[in-house]
């Protein structure tokens, strides 16, 4: 039996007793990805993405773990449930218009002193202080920084359209900016280079793509830490007592740790390892967050359809983004329907083994996306269902 073989039957022992569509951790892959997670920061703390994870219960799991400190959110509001929850250290990973939540923020000492916001330009600044309706409390602020390479003078960019901040000169002025305007304090950096960490550099199959981001990425390394030094040593000359520098992602996690301007690291999907982390040279996690879809019908001769499956990842549309049968191994989608929105085709041998009821395991393309499809996440150990924990969407929210 093979170690996927022998997951199948785990999984389906666990959940016998359970109809499916349903979704499941198992908490020992997840307690093994944590640990990887931790060895490759080599003594970095490591911010949990919110984003990546989207159930309270394994953020609170994983944050009693040594080597993990904090947490990176998505959404203000999100930060401020999350703070109202007990999450002491929440870093607001994009800049927010939510004047309600700003409001309540400014408003709420607590609140005020375990939520850091982003901002990249002084024109959030102005609009955090109209959202303020009175409240007084300092709000704790954190940079971004461009991480993208640029080549050919400019004319070529790779990395994501996030920050327009990107030189040392832009990020000292707007550290001054906050430095100047009451109310605000300057905490924290931060820099995802997301064309290294969220992008693999070994996909079976194309060799010639793999070595292509192999090197691109080497170069983005160099490139990015040389800038990133320069920028923390103008951002600390305006605020020396900048309490830390966040970079990183699951997918660079060893090689921003090796920086000495950086003083954490974030990561989330490297606990869950969805399917667009497998294509990786520097490390293999092992898949932690799965759902399961019922057999309903037998159409013929090498194929069954399941209930749902339309759960696409966030992205540039493509076959990357599509969850994959799983297990049983060998079973693959109909091209000419693909994942449906209530059900979906099988093609392949293992079909004929199938029987209605049957389930069929599931990777989702991304990590925390999945919670959004999921209002519970059944928690596997061995082959038990040892607890359910809910998920955001369990909790009644969907913040974006």
């Known amino acids: 039996m093979t170690p996927r073989a022998a997951d199948r039957t785990r999984y389906d022992r666990a959940t016998a007793a359970l109809d499916a569509p349903l979704a499941v951790v198992d908490l020992e892959a997840f307690d093994a990805n944590a640990d990887d997670l931790v060895r490759r920061a080599a003594g970095k703390p490591i911010r949990v993405a919110s984003k990546s994870v989207r159930c309270r219960a394994l953020l ?3 944050l009693e773990r040594d080597g993990f400190a904090g947490l990176m959110s998505f959404t203000l509001a999100e930060s401020l449930w999350l703070a109202r929850s007990g999450f002491d250290d929440v870093l607001l990973a994009y800049p927010s218009a939510d004047r309600r939540g700003y409001a309540e923020l400014a408003g709420d000492p607590k609140l005020a002193a375990a939520v850091t916001v982003m901002v990249d330009d002084p024109a959030q600044l102005e609009l955090i202080d109209r959202a303020r309706e009175g409240g007084r409390e300092e709000i704790r602020v954190c940079l971004e920084l461009d991480t993208s390479l640029r080549m050919l003078g400019g004319r070529v960019r790779i990395g994501a359209l996030r920050s327009p901040l990107r030189d040392p000169a832009q990020l000292a002025e707007l550290a001054r900016s906050v430095a100047r305007r009451p109310g605000f304090r300057l905490v924290g950096l931060m820099a995802y280079e997301g064309h290294i960490a969220g992008v693999g550099d070994s996909v079976a199959g194309r ?3 793999s070595r292509a981001v192999r090197l691109m990425q080497s170069a983005a390394r160099r490139e990015l830490a040389a800038r990133r030094g320069a920028v923390v040593r103008a951002v600390r000359a305006v605020a020396p007592e900048l309490e830390f520098v966040n970079g990183g992602g699951t997918g660079s996690v060893q090689h921003t740790a090796a920086e000495d301007a950086v ?6 999907s490297g606990l869950f390892v969805p399917r667009l982390f497998d294509n990786y040279t520097s490390f293999t996690g092992r898949p932690a967050a799965l759902f399961a879809l019922p057999v309903v019908r037998r159409p013929g001769v090498g194929v069954v359809t399941v209930l749902g499956g339309g759960y696409p990842a966030s992205g540039a ?10 297990l049983p191994e060998g079973l693959r989608y109909d091209p000419q329907e693909g994942p449906g929105e209530v059900q979906t085709p099988l093609l392949g041998s293992p079909a004929d083994d199938l029987l209605i009821g049957d389930k069929v395991w599931f990777r989702h393309a991304k990590s925390g996306e ?8 059944q928690l596997i150990e061995g082959d038990r269902v040892t607890g359910t924990a809910a998920t955001y969407r369990g909790e009644g929210h969907t913040f974006l």
């Open 60 to 62: 609170e799991r994983v």
């Open 207 to 209: 060799p010639l793509r």
């Open 263 to 268: 003083t954490e690291i974030a990561a989330g």
């Open 317 to 326: 549309a493509g076959a990357d983004r599509l969850p994959v049968p799983y």
């Open 370 to 377: 999945l919670c959004e499809r999921f209002d519970a996440l």
